[in-house]
């Protein structure tokens, strides 16, 4: 809410600015350094032809060996700057004409693998020394971002950054406003539970009557990711779409097509949701992904589930699971070594912890993000979140902004009298 206001407030009084959540952010920085990285092996293909060509110059062989080692230097000097260039893309892009960011507004900073962790130093220290303004938010102090001691000594250069140039501020409260809100009484009920008869012919009704408001129509569709992939939406209907637990966090699936539906959807119906522990980690950590992206998209959510929203996840009763799973965005290999190997060593680079990957196999961080999950999950109940709906999701905005184009659009044409 405080990001939502300072930003709102920003609005028409600075002409560069950028607000982005965490997994936008790690999207758009990968498919940036993917572009970036693509160009430079193209143009390296390209120089080692320039290489051979010097190499057949009637010079001293000294002199070419010379040119030769200048070429290879500039290679490599273009590689290790991907991501200050990638930093570059969220400043001022004159070249594309588009707007980059004075003040870069970051919702949520996390270090959840080892990709984030290089990613968000490289990038904010670069911004932050060319005099952009960062503010940002996080469930936890900068300190404490890297519970697993990832890459600690590139984590431990990032906090330093950032304590040079920010100020931490702690808002912090041992009170669930959210809970307190959502004790106002609502005309429908938006979270169906425990899996029997009665709850499943409810969520049934409530598909009908949501559906009819939009046209009653239900189609099958195909909505785009990114990097050229696409999800199959089974049911749709007008901005409504539903799907089951399984299909949405049951499969390699991710960010990407959570942010997919959210801009695709207002309304999102799940069914079939499990209570959840670490025998389904993998599962979980989707299902809190996908809670995240519905929440800052400002969705309609419909649930239902075998249990309460407070009992969903039932931590480590199970024991302590680790899944490998939960490593697919980082690199196959870190360092020449294994994923395996690197869990079994406790470290990921130079510097890591062996009591780094506590946290990861007890579960803890699923834990703690869990309690934000459930949270959201109680807000996104409440009739203030609700209302807000109809004005705050992407598809009501680009609404909202193509009617008063129009309207701008039919008064300049209007003869003047």
Known sequence: ?????????????????????????????????????????????????????????????KVKEWLAAEERYKQEVQMKNILPAVADKFLVDRRADQRGASILCFDEIQTVDVFAVVALSGIVSRLLSTGTVLVATSNRAPKDLNQDGMQWEIFLNFISKLEQHCDNVLIGSEIDYRRLVSKRPIDQVHYFWPLDSITLEEFEKMWCEVTNQFGGRITSNTIPVMFGRTLEVCESCNGVARFTFDYLCGR?????????????????????????SMRIRDKARRFITLIDELYNHHCCLFCSAAASIDDLFQGTEEGTLFDLESF??????????????????????????PAGIISMLSGQEEIFAFRRAVSRLIEMQTPSYLEGVHYLHPSFQNQYQKSENDHACNLQSQPSS
Do not use: C
């Not at 699936?253 to 949701?273: K, R």
């Not at 965005?329 to 680079?349: P, Q, S, Y």
């Open 1 to 61: 809410m405080l990001m939502d206001m300072f930003y709102s407030a920003t609005e028409g009084i600075l002409k560069h600015r950028r607000r982005f959540h965490f997994h936008e952010a790690m999207l758009e920085i990968n498919e940036r350094m993917h572009k970036i990285w693509k160009n430079q092996v193209e143009e390296k293909s390209s120089q080692s032809g320039i290489s051979s060509w010097i190499m057949n110059l009637p010079f001293d062989t």
């Open 252 to 276: 390699p699936v991710g960010a990407a097509d959570y942010i997919a539906v959210a801009n695709n959807y207002h309304t999102i119906f799940i069914s079939d949701i499990p209570v959840m």
């Open 328 to 353: 697919q965005f980082e690199t196959e290999i870190e360092g020449g070594k294994l994923r395996r190997n690197v869990l079994a060593e406790g470290n990921v680079g130079s510097g890591g912890a």
